[in-house]
């Protein structure tokens, strides 16, 4: 087994499991896991999320890397040899372009997100939010979103960031912002935790979030906490193959998926933990939906000291951490534009980048001009987020694991993952059994099958 990747590969085990995490940490976890969780009803949705993540996200990264590795190429490309490799239908590399337009779909929005925390990080900067009100946060926020043009001016800056990157090779600068900025992040998280414990309502955000209340956990609670998982974790489009292809051979892949997803999870836990109690301590909703932490943060910032400094900070990392997410989302992309259409790198980004810049409109219009269009209560910002977390994710999660589980056979399984015999047959059967039924009954339970 031989094959290399012509986009380059990871220096080291390290280098992989920082950009794994710089992937999985992201807007995700700081945005969406408490909005969602939020408007989930808390702790039952924390505890089906983080049994998701261990039970279903963890097995299936090891077979989504798994994949990766073996196949050297873009999903495309790489779901086409393991095929031909394992003598299964070619169909199988529609799992590569599922990956391919999930990753546009979510970049799309994912782009104008960041783009607020741009414009946040420059509101915090110049003051905006200092002594702010509850009525100054909805004030803020709502001009923002309320004009188009504002919003696609930062997303643009966003993708054009973004662009940069892919375009240069992910394997240049990545590393090294990773290996800072998750960690600054990281303890600015603490630093708001604090906050949190000292002026908010801690004991209540604590119950919300852990205490958990079973009556609130609908079919569609249980489906949005899986969809969260793959979500959180960058699963089942892709991105984390592509990143498995860079993987160097001798590199664990149950060691360091696992370092990745208990650092992705500890994130969005500790995300959580900020949030909730300055949002029951200000009497805010939880169930709000994504502008959760933009009003709460502007009111945290807003009242503790330097909060401007530590307010910009906080919304510059968190841009830093979207950014190395937002490239994991193309990169699947421009390297199959390299490899099958054989562009060169800068042209491949910027096609990419184009393509998502140019759907994003739509997610900036649903803010405003478009918010009145909705279908089935969803307006196309809400529908795109729906799809891509709750159903194509997971679709190509269930795929990954019965290609992996089913399709190969054990001796081509068994040379990409070291495990001892016990542990290998473990992973094995819930790769085979355990991942697919728990998908599918998650599904059939939330368009109320039983
Ligand atoms: N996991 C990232 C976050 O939490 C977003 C992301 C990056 C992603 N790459 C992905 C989500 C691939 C799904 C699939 O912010």
């Not at 290996?179 to 309502?201: I, K």
């Not at 370092?259 to 169930?287: K, Q, R, Y």
């Not at 800068?346 to 803010?367: K, N, R």
Request: with cysteine; glycine share 10%; aromatic share 12%.
């Amino acid at each position: 087994m031989a094959r290399s990747s012509m986009h380059g590969h990871w220096s080291s085990r390290l280098a992989f499991i920082l950009a794994a995490t710089g992937s999985a940490v992201g807007l995700g976890n700081v945005w969406k896991f408490p909005y969602v969780a939020g408007e989930n009803g808390g702790g039952a949705f924390v505890l089906v999320y983080v049994a998701c993540v261990l039970l279903l996200g963890w097995p299936v990264m090891m077979a989504e890397v798994m994949l990766g590795r073996r196949g050297r190429h873009s999903p495309v490309n790489t779901m086409r040899i393991l095929a031909e490799e394992e003598r299964a239908p070619r169909a199988w590399t529609l799992l590569g372009w599922l990956g391919i337009v999930a990753g546009f779909l979510i970049l799309s929005y994912y782009s104008v997100i960041a783009g607020w925390t741009l414009a946040y990080t420059v509101r915090a900067a110049v003051g905006v939010f200092d002594g702010i009100t509850r009525e100054g946060v909805e004030q803020v926020f709502g001009a923002l979103v309320a004009d188009p043009e504002r919003l696609l001016a930062w997303h643009t800056i966003f993708m054009a960031l973004t662009m940069v990157v892919v375009a240069r090779g992910v394997e240049h600068g990545l590393e090294r912002a990773v290996r800072f900025l998750m960690p600054a992040l990281f303890l600015l998280l603490l630093l708001l935790v604090g906050y949190a414990m000292a002026q908010g309502d801690f004991a209540r955000g604590v119950a919300f979030l852990f205490k958990p209340d079973f009556s609130a956990l609908t079919g569609q609670a249980v489906l949005a906490a899986m969809g969260q998982a793959f979500f959180s974790l960058s699963l089942g489009m892709g991105a984390i193959m592509m990143y498995g292809s860079y993987l160097p051979q001798h590199a664990s892949i149950p060691r360091t998926t696992f370092t990745v997803a208990m650092s992705d999870t500890a994130v969005a836990l500790l995300a959580g933990l900020a949030i909730f109690p300055i949002v029951f301590g200000e009497g805010l909703a939880p169930d709000q939906g994504p502008s959760l932490i933009f009003k709460t943060l502007a009111l945290a910032f807003g009242h503790m000291p330097a909060g401007a400094l530590f307010g910009s900070l906080f919304f510059l990392l968190l841009v830093f951490a979207a950014w190395t997410s937002a490239i994991s989302l193309i990169e699947p992309a421009v390297a199959w534009l390299i490899e099958s259409r054989r562009m060169r790198r800068v042209e491949a980004a910027v096609w990419a980048g184009t393509v998502a810049w140019l759907l994003g409109i739509g997610t900036v219009l649903s803010f405003n001009a478009w918010s009145g269009y909705t279908l089935w209560g969803r307006t196309f910002f809400d529908l795109l987020d729906y799809l891509t977390s709750n159903v194509m994710l997971p679709l190509g999660g269930l795929a990954i694991a019965l290609f992996a589980a089913w399709v190969m056979r054990e001796a081509s399984v068994r040379e990409e993952i070291e495990l001892p015999g016990r542990a290998f047959r473990l992973w094995h059967a819930v790769l085979r059994y355990v991942a697919p039924a728990g998908i599918v009954l998650i599904f059939l339970n939330a368009v109320g099958a039983f």
